[in-house]
């Protein structure tokens, strides 16, 4: 009828309720002595267990089976488990429990370990092992904890046949010791290998690790050989983000690039100038980084990396030719000096120079196509600021009177001339020839 048990579903949940009265019989119950009468059995098993005999688990064959499973399952000898494979365990069960090796003894050392195989087929999320004296991580990923007195505390596999999952870690109530061989040889179609290439952050590098699991639980970890290069060159990229873009090997050339390309993309939006911006040089990773990091693993890798030359890659040959005319690095002044230009606000590129290197200078130095002046922060002999401008021929005709008059106080030996347009520009005290 719909809705009730199938044969094979009432075969599982009567060696299961079987498995749970003699763990209590033999006193698995996590907290205290051996129980013998056992309460109703809850999930798949709310028929209550049948008492069974000393030294056994109660026969399955106590009742008859539907269809496929009428016949009565082969009676147990004392002390040993019945026979199992006389019928099929159903879902995560389907593999028979071992059967006896001669016909009259259990292939187990003893009916607990029994009652751990039976359990791991029944509930394969609860196989756990110990993370540290009575806690354990489950093979469904939560975890789980045991009165660190009882023995079962100290088991490194167990499966857990009734939990308590109130809190952060659920209380075990009833389990039974797994050992190693038993879990490889019974449970090694659930047990996977897994690889994983992450970045280790603490490390600055990427690490390839192997390990068999069984669900959550790890079993064996160490190293892995010879990783997919794109999954490393993914770890790494993973590891760049995380970071941030500060940890590859950033030089004044290439950040100075970085902000010329950015001041042309806001000055000429018909260009096609890329975005090279920090956030979507992040974002953009795996198209302009991953030619050069073949083989790299770790930040002394990347120090290897030539950004100025990656970045550089990203401009079409006629894109580079602009960027240089448009954009230059330097400019040289009246005085012949070659100067740097700060493009670090785009909206505003200055030039830091001595005012005597612009005597004879007209008007303000203007680039990307003439379309934006230079704020010029014109400097004392000492490199101080004394006035700053993008103005530079109003600045001739009015302001230079006054800052004149200061500097000729503060720096008498200079040359401060009456008409800075007709003046030469100079480098040092004084132009050569020039009285004093």
């Known amino acids: 009828a719909p809705g009730q048990p199938q044969p094979d579903d009432r075969l599982r949940q009567r060696v299961l309720a079987e498995a ?40 399955a064959d106590s009742a008859p089976l539907a269809d496929s499973a009428q016949q009565a399952a082969p009676p147990s000898s004392a002390g040993s488990l019945p026979r199992a494979d006389s019928a099929p ?15 009259s003894g259990p292939r187990f050392a003893d009916d607990l370990a029994a009652c751990g195989v039976l359990l791991g087929f029944a509930y394969p999320d609860r196989i756990g092992r110990r993370r540290a004296p009575g806690r354990y991580t489950l093979s469904g990923g939560r975890g789980a904890q045991i009165a660190e007195g ?20 659920g209380r075990i109530q009833l389990a039974a010791a797994l050992s190693e061989g038993d879990l490889q040889t019974y449970f090694a179609d659930a047990i996977r ?3 994983t290439v992450e970045w280790d952050a603490e490390a600055e590098a990427v690490r390839a690790r192997q390990s068999r699991r069984i669900g959550a639980v790890v079993l064996w970890e160490g190293p892995a050989g010879a990783p997919d290069p794109d999954r490393v060159a993914a770890a790494l990229f993973a590891g760049i983000r995380q970071a941030g873009l500060g940890i590859l090997p950033w030089t004044r050339a290439a950040r100075q ?31 302009w980084l991953a030619p050069y990091v073949g083989g790299m693993r770790k930040r002394a890798d990347l120090a290897r990396l ?22 230059p690095t330097h400019l040289t002044v009246p005085s012949g000096s070659r100067l740097p230009i700060d493009y670090a606000d785009p909206e505003f590129p200055a030039l830091a120079v001595r005012l005597q290197e612009m005597f004879g200078r007209p008007d303000t130095p203007r680039i990307a196509k003439g379309r934006v002046p230079l ?20 600045f001739w005709r009015s302001a230079y009177f006054e800052v004149r008059k200061d500097l000729k106080g503060r720096y008498p030996k200079h040359y401060w001339p009456d008409d800075p347009l007709e003046a030469q520009a100079t480098r040092r005290v004084r132009p050569p020839g020039t009285p004093n």
């Open 20 to 59: 749970k009265q003699r763990l209590r019989e033999l006193g698995a119950l996590a907290g205290g002595a051996p129980r013998a009468d056992s309460a109703p059995l809850s999930g798949s098993a709310q028929q209550s267990a049948s008492p069974a005999s000393a030294g056994s688990l109660s026969r």
């Open 89 to 103: 365990l159903v879902g995560s069960a389907q593999q028979p429990v071992p059967a006896s090796t001669n016909g």
């Open 150 to 169: 009882q023995t079962l505390a100290q088991a490194e596999y167990l499966v857990v046949a009734e939990l308590d999952d109130q809190g952060v870690e």
């Open 193 to 195: 290998t897994v690889q």
């Open 257 to 287: 690039l970085q902000e010329r390309v950015l001041f042309l993309r806001r000055h000429e939006p018909e260009g096609g100038w890329p975005d090279v911006s920090d956030e979507a040089l992040v974002d953009t990773l795996e198209e």
């Open 306 to 327: 030539n950004l100025t030359s990656v970045l550089e890659s990203m401009l079409i040959w006629e894109l580079r030719g602009a960027l240089d005319r448009e954009a």
């Open 375 to 394: 704020t010029l922060h014109l400097l004392s002999p000492a490199q101080r600021p004394v006035q700053v401008t993008k103005d530079l021929a109003s």
